[in-house]
């Protein structure tokens, strides 16, 4: 017995003493990045804003479930009050500033400003409050870049199928529309959707998020089909109608990982696939040659849908019409990069019949090497941050990219050592790949503040700056990673730590 513990202990120390410090090395080229080269810091509306029932907000599907479920919560908190953003961007300021940031990505509260999700509704007081941000930030010489939607759907929309009901598209179009017009003299860069893929898969397929819909492999495809096209439709107008006159960009924001091939030694056509399956699913209509899904998952899904007995595919391919306003709908891919698999086909194919896992026959692997952040699914690969910069540089005519989202989790303690490690890495990570040719522009670190983290709650912190939670100030504190931040933004090249 005893000496079983001490194995138990030794491997465990082994396997620790495995893990490699989270580093890149520079690649040659530049050491600075361009001149041009904007750094920025990420938060979104739901998870900092709290006043979840002020001023005329409605309520979206994350106030309904949080309520509802409180146990689906790791500490069974909420974000009714959160970092109190709604009545402390001052405080959020005074930390942007700090940074030396050159924009600040931020998403709009749907419900709060189109309380039943159309334009029955228009609440002033959330115009009042975004207008004082937009204003102060660029008082600041500091650029709002707006998400219009970052999981807070109206419950409003929830009601008759949310994301699975195709007349989102008309409602998205013309919320879009009226963000255009009302903040689109100032707002210059604007992103429509946050990772359709994680709301979509979550949401309407493994129930893990609300509005907590168990149907994989169908109301998920549906929901990111859906997505497209409000996307597309909301790209659309602006081009049409605001364009000539506010003269920004659109664009739309894809989470993805990198994925390598290691038993079957290096089988790139496995890389391809597992890239399809994640990045190329939302990116590939947009920005492919085809102005549809990748061949590839469609042909997959049209032989399974078969094989169960459907007279239809589950991911029915864009018909010519919507293939033409889809095709082209970006001016800027935003990419949220956290981490990296090792992927490798699945035979027999893994997960419920149907399902994404399923169509996808892959499944997902770690290096031991690579370092673990606080949350489950986080390791530290900057490799990959850089290899799928070049992936989209080599599939997508090198379109614009802006890295929307990149972070780290712990504890959130101030000497985050961790995280200024992580941050250094994927900057050179971002640079090598500016060097290599990528048209990269922008970088933003996820996130600004310690925030609440979905259904890990307080739990797992990712805050450039500490929030002290309890005090009844909830102030902002500098992590050393901050400070390391703020000096890579005023010298514009990466320091070593
Ligand atoms: C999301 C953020 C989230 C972060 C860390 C991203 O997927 O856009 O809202 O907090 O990852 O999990």
């Known amino acids: 017995m005893r000496a079983h513990l001490i194995l138990a202990l030794c491997l465990h120390l082994c396997s620790k003493a495995a893990t490699e410090k989270c580093q890149l090395k520079h690649k040659g080229g530049n050491r600075e990045f361009p001149a041009n080269f904007s750094f920025g810091a990420s938060t979104a509306a739901y998870q900092i804003e709290g006043a979840w029932n002020e001023d005329g907000k409605g309520l979206s599907i994350w106030d309904t479930y949080t309520h509802t479920n409180p146990e689906r919560i790791r500490d069974r908190t909420n974000g009714d009050a959160a970092a109190e953003s709604y009545h402390r961007f001052e405080q959020d300021l005074v930390a942007l500033k700090e940074l030396k940031v050159n924009f600040y990505r931020f998403s709009f509260s ?55 009901n195709d007349i989102i598209i008309k409602y998205f179009h013309y919320y879009a529309e009226f963000l255009y017009e009302t903040f689109g003299d100032r707002v210059k860069k604007w992103i429509t959707f946050n990772e359709p893929f994680d709301y979509c898969v979550l949401g309407y397929g493994r129930a893990y998020f609300p509005p907590l ?79 549809n899904y990748p061949q590839l998952i469609l042909d997959d899904i049209w032989n399974n849908s078969m094989r169960e007995g459907l007279s239809w595919s589950r991911l029915p391919a864009f018909d010519e019409f919507w293939s033409k306003v889809i095709k082209g709908s970006g001016d800027f891919l935003g990419l949220n990069y956290y981490t990296s698999r090792y992927a490798e086909l699945a035979d027999p194919a893994d997960g419920e019949i149907p399902s994404w896992e399923y169509d996808s026959q892959l499944q997902y692997s770690v290096d031991e090497k690579w370092k673990q952040g606080k949350s489950d699914w986080l390791y530290c690969v900057p490799q990959g941050l850089e290899d799928i910069l070049k992936w989209i540089r080599d599939h997508y005519d090198n379109v614009e990219v802006f890295v929307t989202e990149n972070g780290w989790s712990d504890n959130g303690q101030l000497e985050d050592s961790e995280r200024v490690d992580y941050l250094q890495a994927h900057l050179q990570a971002v640079l090598n790949a500016v060097n290599d040719g990528c048209n990269v522009t922008h970088y933003s670190h996820w996130s600004l503040i310690d925030n609440f983290e979905w259904n890990m709650g307080y739990t797992q912190k990712f805050g450039l700056f500490y929030l002290n939670l309890t005090s009844p100030n909830k102030e902002r504190i500098a992590k050393k990673s901050a400070r390391y931040y703020s000096s890579v933004i005023e010298s514009g090249k990466i320091i070593l730590s």
């Open 110 to 164: 749907w419900p709060r400003l189109l309380p039943n999700a159309d334009t029955t509704v228009i609440n002033q007081k959330g115009i009042d409050y975004y207008n004082m941000m937009i204003d102060k930030l660029l008082a600041n010489n500091i650029e709002p870049m707006v998400t219009m939607f970052h999981c807070d759907l109206p419950d409003a929309l929830n009601k008759f199928g949310g994301f699975t």
């Open 213 to 291: 819909v168990h149907s994989p492999g169908v109301a998920d495809y549906l929901c990111m089909d859906n997505t497209l096209r409000a996307h597309a439709a909301a790209y659309r107008a602006y081009k049409a109608k605001y364009f000539s006159a506010q003269g920004g960009k659109v664009g739309i924001t894809i989470s993805s990982r990198f994925y390598y091939n290691q038993q079957n030694g290096g089988d790139e056509s496995i890389v391809e696939r597992a890239m399809q399956y994640s990045l190329g699913w939302l990116a590939n209509p947009i920005f492919g040659k085809t102005g």
